[in-house]
């Protein structure tokens, strides 16, 4: 198939092409992270990178197969409702009106089958907009059918499949965890005695469910670009171990690699070289959080093949 990926960040659409045996001649795609384009073009050499989606001409494409993409969410999601300035919704001005470029994209090219992708959390209107602009229903699945991960995405598509009712796996949290043979993770990644409280202990009146702060040990909460910094339970996966650093406590935040797993990815599939430590786990959670869980979108395309 000929493809076109738009906000293609790490390449999880081609992963998973890929892993649901559907064979790939062309994979063009428009991003402008420059570490997620690092990664990408490290995990693989077929992918033409174009840059900036706002200044291409789609025309270039006619006669495509399959356009793939998930615009950005953070003017969508429920959490970031009151942005101020408009920002808010497909319309807004925020990073969510991207979301008229692969309209300008489907419109152009028509190619036989598409795919979009965004945050379920997002307000009726914004849904029903993109619901009209697109032609079909979303669909939605949470990722937990297919990972350790609680992630609930809505789907449009005209990509015939059928949404599993029950998991498919039996995947756990633990059995993702890179210190599960009890040899623990850097002391970084494990949270300061100080903050414990500020993540974990919510006791105000607004707070209608607690089991909300508290970690699970069995899945992971929806993963986050903004993994590097401390959030409240209620945001953040989590975990809580036996081993303590000296000066912090027995509650920790997923590793990259653990982020890669919980996704679909290999392991160190987001490692570039040329970068810190510090910089590269920052882009690595990121790019990540950012990206598609790889096995719900295998399942997906799987309708391709069929």
Known sequence: MKVLSLFD??????????????????????????????????????????????????????????????????????????????????????????????????????????????????????????????????????????????????YWTNIPFDVPTERVVDTELKDVLEDKDGTPVADRFYICEGTVHYVFERNDKWVTNPDKFKPNPQFSRPLVASGWKIHRADTEAYIETEYAPVGRSHFRRLTPVEYERLQGLPDNYTLVDGYSEAQSNKQRWKCVGNGWQVDTITHIFKGLAE
């Open 9 to 154: 960040g790490i390449s999880c659409g081609r992963v998973a092409l890929e892993r649901a045996g559907i064979p790939i001649e062309k994979y063009d795609a428009y991003e402008i992270d420059e570490y997620a384009i690092k990664v990408a073009q490290k995990n693989s050499s077929i992918i033409q990178h174009h840059g900036d989606v706002t200044t291409a001409s789609f025309k270039d494409y006619l006669g495509y197969d399959l356009l793939i993409g998930g615009s950005p969410c953070q003017s969508l999601a429920n959490c970031n409702m009151y942005l101020k300035d408009g920002e808010y919704g497909v319309n807004g001005t925020g990073a969510s009106r991207l979301f008229w470029e692969y309209v300008r994209a489907l419109k152009t090219i028509q190619p036989k089958y598409f795919f979009f992708e965004n945050v379920a959390s997002m307000r009726n209107a914004d849904k029903a907009i993109i619901t009209e602009q697109l032609g079909v229903e979303p669909v939605k699945i949470n990722s937990l059918l297919f990972s350790a991960q609680v992630r609930n995405r809505l």
